[in-house]
């Protein structure tokens, strides 16, 4: 699953499927309870936070990460 598939259907993601593109592109999330959070390189509140939503990853999540991935890719320059 890339990120063009979870933008296709964010409401349909699986959990590991996610945690899977966030390390990959973010590296090692800290973990806090539920919450997995990957600290990103830009200014600003630098942070991606993901949870379980039963096995599925939560959709308002999976939109934030694809924002990053994004930005991440050169995609969009906000809050620089």
Same mark, same amino acid.
């Given at each position: 699953?890339?990120?063009?598939? @979870?933008?296709?259907? %964010?409401?349909?993601?699986?959990?590991v499927?996610l945690?899977?593109?966030?390390? #990959?592109?973010?590296?090692?999330?800290?973990?806090r309870?539920?919450?997995? @959070?990957?600290k990103? %390189?830009?200014q600003g509140?630098?942070?991606?936070n993901?949870?379980?939503?039963? #096995?599925?990853a939560?959709?308002?999540?999976?939109r934030?990460?694809?924002k990053?991935?994004e930005?991440?890719?050169?995609?969009s320059k906000?809050?620089?």
């Amino acid at each position: 699953m890339n990120d063009e598939d @979870i933008l296709a259907n %964010p409401a349909n993601v699986k959990f590991v499927d996610l945690l899977k593109i966030c390390i #990959n592109a973010f590296g090692e999330p800290r973990i806090r309870g539920s919450h997995h @959070i990957f600290k990103m %390189p830009w200014q600003g509140d630098p942070r991606i936070n993901i949870q379980k939503d039963g #096995n599925m990853a939560k959709s308002y999540q999976v939109r934030a990460v694809v924002k990053a991935l994004e930005r991440l890719n050169g995609g969009s320059k906000d809050d620089e």
